[in-house]
């Protein structure tokens, strides 16, 4: 069975999101986190893409390998929903169905490319990938549950664009993905066709 589309939080984070939309949070940090198990800490203070995209993020997404984790992962998503193909230059924002970026106003933070509600399992190799490009120092791993699945360092940071973009507090990641599995660091979680649009989980 594929994993369940990411569901816990979602609607508080997208009445959040409305009245701050600045998306200033790619990693969120926690001052005490237990490993494996997750079960306490708080994760509220963030670091914005806005100061480490041009220089540290976005070098990196010309990358071939990363590219291809992306075209290999969504296509399972995008095929798997709507028996549409997903290919090289498309954008996971491409295929939003969700409005849940409805309340923004100006221009869109270039991260949003990369976010798809509910999609959450088809983009954490790509984030997974990402993220050990740009801060190749840490033990970047996956944390997965059937509601969410996240790229953690397995000290006090996250990696996620997709509830960042949404506007959903890192503690509200930690309890989607809680409990869940932790896999080793820099194993890619493996996944299925996601469940065809006729079967609707939202």
């Known amino acids: 069975m594929p994993p369940a589309p990411c569901r816990t939080g979602v609607g508080a984070g997208i009445r ?4 701050a939309r600045s ?20 994760h509220s203070a963030r670091v914005g893409p806005k100061r480490h995209w041009t220089k540290r993020i976005e070098p990196h997404l010309g990358n071939e390998d990363l590219n291809a984790i992306l075209v290999r992962d969504f296509n399972k998503f995008t095929w798997g929903r709507w028996r549409t193909r997903f290919k090289p230059g498309m954008f ?3 295929f939003e169905s969700s409005d849940w970026s409805l309340g923004h106003r100006g221009r869109e933070p270039r991260f ?3 976010v798809k509600h509910a999609a959450c399992h ?7 990938r ?9 033990s970047w791993r996956i944390v997965t549950s059937d509601l969410h699945s996240t790229v953690w ?13 949404l ?16 896999l080793p660091p820099g194993k890619p979680l493996k996944l299925h066709l996601a469940d065809h649009c006729s079967v609707d989980r939202n």
């Open 16 to 19: 959040r999101a409305r009245d």
């Open 23 to 42: 998306a200033d949070a790619w990693v969120s940090r926690d001052r005490e986190l237990p490993a494996p198990s997750l079960q306490r800490g708080s």
């Open 92 to 94: 996971p924002r491409d």
């Open 112 to 114: 949003w490319r990369y």
């Open 122 to 128: 088809w983009l954490v190799n790509f984030a997974l």
């Open 130 to 138: 990402l993220a050990c490009l740009t801060e190749p120092t840490r």
């Open 153 to 165: 360092d397995g000290k006090d940071c996250l990696f996620d664009f997709n509830f960042q973009a």
């Open 167 to 182: 506007g959903i507090p890192a503690d509200e990641c930690w309890r989607a993905v809680r409990p869940g599995t932790q």
